[in-house]
T-cell receptor, first 109, second 112 residues
């Protein structure tokens, strides 16, 4: 079953912050975050394993609430290069990757 | 550079004519995945190999088959392509289950 992502789209000005949410009805083993630019392959951002951890990557960080089966991706002080579609991918113990429908992020000057 | 390579980048086939897409990797990763991505949609996992163990997703049509003759190569065979199979096909690898996945550039399949 596909995880639910929100919002579907967001438009930011450079320097603004954004949060993208991902939730699942299943007990998750891991949550992945990827960014895909138009016409390109998805690029890995980070992975969070069950245990409720939070990870950071430059100005992009994420959290995973195991009890709620929810993950959030935090983009701070956005840059033009952050534009793209963000996908969360979730796995249960069966290594069954399911991607959410994606969040289209546009950062304007 | 170590990478995931897909050939061809663009493939045009006729309705019902078998087609094979290939993926190779120099990362020596144990796990290889095939995804189908249609326009403005999320990638959909078709199947994956963990070493030689093949794992088919329950909703992957029988029309789609895969082969992994060795660690480096993996093939996607579409036995009788239909118009609905037109999509981008992405190959990805990871060193182990639930590790980060490295995606190839994809093969865009057109069915005429």
């Amino acid at each position: 079953q596909q995880p639910v992502q929100s919002p579907q789209a967001v438009i930011l000005r450079e320097g603004e912050d954004a949060v993208i949410n991902c939730s699942s009805s299943k007990a998750l083993y891991s949550v992945h975050w990827y960014r895909q630019k138009h016409g390109e392959a998805p690029v890995f951002l980070m992975i969070l394993l069950k245990g409720g951890e939070q990870k950071g990557h430059e100005k992009i960080s994420a959290s995973f609430n195991e009890k709620k089966q929810q993950s959030s991706l935090y983009l701070t002080a956005s840059q033009l290069s952050y534009s793209g579609t963000y996908f969360c991918g979730t796995e249960t113990n069966n290594n069954d990757m399911r991607f959410g429908a994606g969040t289209r992020l546009t950062v304007k000057p | 550079d170590a990478m995931v390579i897909q050939n061809p980048r663009y493939q045009v086939t006729q309705f019902g004519k078998p087609v094979t897409l290939s993926c190779s990797q120099t990362l020596n990763h144990n796990v290889m995945y095939w995804y189908q991505q249609k326009s403005s949609q999320a990638p959909k996992l078709l199947f994956h190999y963990y070493d030689k163990d093949f794992n088919n997703e329950a909703d992957t049509p029988d029309n789609f088959q895969s082969r992994r003759p060795n660690t480096s190569f993996c093939f996607l065979d579409i036995r009788s392509p239909g118009l609905g199979d037109a999509a981008m096909y992405l190959c990805a690898t990871s060193s182990d289950k639930s590790y980060e996945q490295y995606f190839g550039p994809g093969t865009r399949l057109t069915v005429t």
